[in-house]
């Protein structure tokens, strides 16, 4: 049976089953390879309490300071209005390129000096300010009930050429996240893959071969007890 889809956006959701549902966001980093798009993944730890040995895109929950982090330049107004108020577009924009930064050693962001709250300070010493403007709004999913942690994701997809510096050098990247590679849309496809990685590479791909789609940002809603998909428009 399909699923309802609607053009409207949803306050926060409230967690089930007892765990919190908790604001995240994750970056898909694109490049132009050889043959095709390319796109940066990493595989999570096997002792990793979620998703264990699973290979994703770069990304975590938003951190309470992430709010406070002022951005070099803002998210596109479209993108802030699909991601509504809650948490506010600029935290979630931070807490992209803060784990973007933390998970791979790349950064996005532009020439400034500011005063780093904690958690910063390495991506303040490069002598640059985290930057929103090559982040767009292209994917949100809220993980289902039964799993060990609860997400609310917002998936953001970032053309590389914005990474200040080489999109080949981690030696700045924390141990979060192993086997760091740039690889094919299609041969990530082969990778052990949570579910909803292989769905939104499906939609990366769709997106890129047929441009966006009017109906909006897909949005699989598993806050409650029946998963739903809709559309933010």
Known sequence: MPLPETGQNTDQPQGS????????????LL????????????????????????????????????????????????????LGEDPAPAALAAAAIRELWEETGLALGRPGHWHAPEGWQDFAARGLQPDAAALRFVFRAITPPGRTRR????????????VAGDTND???????????????????????????????????TALLR?????????????????PQFRRLA
Not at 17 to 28: H, M, N, S
Not at 151 to 162: G, K, N, P, V, Y
Request: charged share 15%; proline share 9%; hydrophobic share 50%.
């Open 17 to 28: 089953a007892g765990l919190p549902i908790r604001p995240a966001a994750t970056v898909i």
């Open 31 to 82: 490049r132009q390879g050889r043959a095709e798009p390319e796109v940066l993944m990493g595989q999570r730890g096997a002792a990793a309490a979620f998703m264990p040995s699973k290979f994703v895109f770069p990304g975590g929950a938003v951190d309470a300071g992430d709010a406070a982090v002022p951005l070099a330049r803002p998210l596109s107004a479209p993108c802030a209005a699909r």
């Open 151 to 162: 997400f609310d994701a917002r998936f953001f997809l970032a053309d590389a050429a914005a």
């Open 170 to 204: 981690f030696s700045a990247a924390s141990d979060e996240l192993s086997h760091l590679h740039w690889i094919g849309l299609a041969a990530a496809r082969a990778l052990d893959l949570p579910f909803i990685t292989e769905v939104v590479l499906s939609e990366i």
């Open 210 to 226: 047929d441009g966006p789609s009017a109906a909006g940002v897909p949005f699989f809603d598993n806050s409650g007890t029946t």
